[in-house]
T-cell receptor, first 114, second 114 residues
Framework: GAVVSQHPSRVICKSGTSVKIECRSLDFQATTMFWYRQFPKQSLMLMATSNEGSKATYEQGVEKDKFLINHASLTLSTLTVTSAHPEDSSFYIC??????????FGDGTRLSIL | GNSVTQMEGPVTLSEEAFLTINCTYTATGYPSLFWYVQYPGEGLQLLLKATKADDKGSNKGFEATYRKETTSFHLEKGSVQVSDSAVYFCALSSIGGSQGNLIFGKGTKLSVKP
């Protein structure tokens, strides 16, 4: 089946640094990729939707300058958390879709900001 | 707006017990409905789906029937196993199969004891 690889799976860094998370579709071309954030014991909250070659569409309340999304190719999207602070600590999950098939999710990235 | 409500957990069952996790939805038009499963420390996996009224989705012994009259999509399994322990999310998409925007319920944690 379709596979989405998300890297890194876990990252711990100091406050003020920027962290990049990669999301790759390994065996299909993803016209659309989604980025979610999941707080402990809560559901997934959609942060933004990105289409290859165009700017991401952010959900209300998500700071676009804080969470930079790049979808440069049909198989790669990146989320960069800029100047991360402890309140940015969370579980970030990406998903990818061809548009006609269900979203396929990555295994998530556990981000911990000290 | 569109929303998904699912029963709060945690749900604790003994092996071979019958499982029901309730899910109801509010949506305009004719949404597609999904159940996703999240194992500890991992991303989401699509468990089953239904795209129109009276459709039954099934996979790995799990079933759910799209009931438009009751706006429900309850998840059932006749005999659970310890390996079914996970968090289950009900979700809907109002953009047909493309899942342009998945709306998730809050998730229900299932623990199956041997």
């Amino acid at each position: 089946g379709a596979v989405v690889s998300q890297h890194p799976s876990r990252v711990i860094c100091k406050s003020g640094t920027s962290v990049k998370i990669e999301c790759r579709s390994l065996d299909f071309q993803a016209t659309t990729m989604f980025w979610y954030r999941q707080f402990p014991k809560q559901s997934l909250m959609l942060m933004a939707t990105s289409n290859e070659g165009s700017k991401a569409t952010y959900e209300q309340g998500v700071e676009k300058d804080k969470f930079l999304i790049n979808h440069a190719s049909l198989t790669l999207s990146t989320l960069t958390v800029t100047s991360a602070h402890p309140e940015d600590s969370s579980f970030y999950i990406c998903s990818a879709s061809t548009g006609a098939q269900p979203q396929h999710f990555g295994d998530g990235t556990r981000l911990s900001i000290l | 707006g569109n929303s998904v409500t699912q029963m709060e957990g945690p749900v604790t069952l003994s092996e071979e017990a019958f499982l029901t996790i309730n899910c109801t939805y509010t949506a305009t038009g004719y949404p597609s409905l999904f159940w996703y499963v999240q194992y500890p420390g991992e991303g989401l996996q699509l468990l089953l789906k239904a795209t129109k009224a009276d459709d039954k989705g099934s996979n790995k012994g799990f079933e759910a029937t799209y009931r438009k009259e009751t706006t429900s999509f309850h998840l059932e399994k006749g005999s659970v196993q310890v390996s079914d322990s996970a968090v289950y999310f009900c979700a809907l998409s109002s953009i047909g199969g493309s899942q342009g925007n998945l709306i998730f319920g809050k998730g229900t944690k299932l623990s199956v004891k041997p």
